[in-house]
């Protein structure tokens, strides 16, 4: 499986973006990840493929949304209500074993995109 973020830039807080996640071949989730300088990579959400069924961190709960459109073989990453902590570099990741793992977990994770910068400005 390859995968392909896209998506970030230079937002103020309280701006809107969404990050794009081009996953070929078969997955059975895709889960985003963040990064932020000096900090420990840190789970964000993650969604399923076959229902869509998605789960979040606490830190974005009821601001970003996972979806998943199966024409396209992509999975995107809505976020709103941007705040300046949310600045870091986001990551799609997969795995081959995810359906007997914890998905929150990045070491259940073998198959990464390179990261797209998410800067929010205050």
């Known amino acids: 499986v390859q995968l392909q973020a896209s998506g970030g830039g230079l937002v103020q807080a309280g701006d809107s973006l969404r990050l794009s996640c081009v996953a070929s071949g078969g997955w059975y989730a895709v889960a985003w990840f963040r990064q932020a300088p000096g900090k420990e990579r840190e789970f964000v959400a993650a969604?399923?493929?076959?229902?869509?069924?998605?789960n979040y961190a606490d830190s974005v709960k009821d601001r970003f949304f996972v979806s998943r459109d199966a024409a396209k073989n992509t999975v995107y990453l809505q976020m709103r209500s941007l705040k300046s902590e949310d600045t870091a570099v986001y990551s799609c990741?997969?795995?081959?074993?995810?359906?007997?793992?914890?998905?929150?977990?990045?070491?259940?994770?073998?198959?990464w995109g390179q990261g797209t910068q998410v800067t929010v400005s205050s």
């Open positions: 990741a997969t795995g081959d074993r995810l359906h007997r793992l914890d998905l929150t977990l990045a070491r259940n994770y073998n198959s």
């Open positions: 969604v399923k493929w076959r229902d869509g069924k998605a």
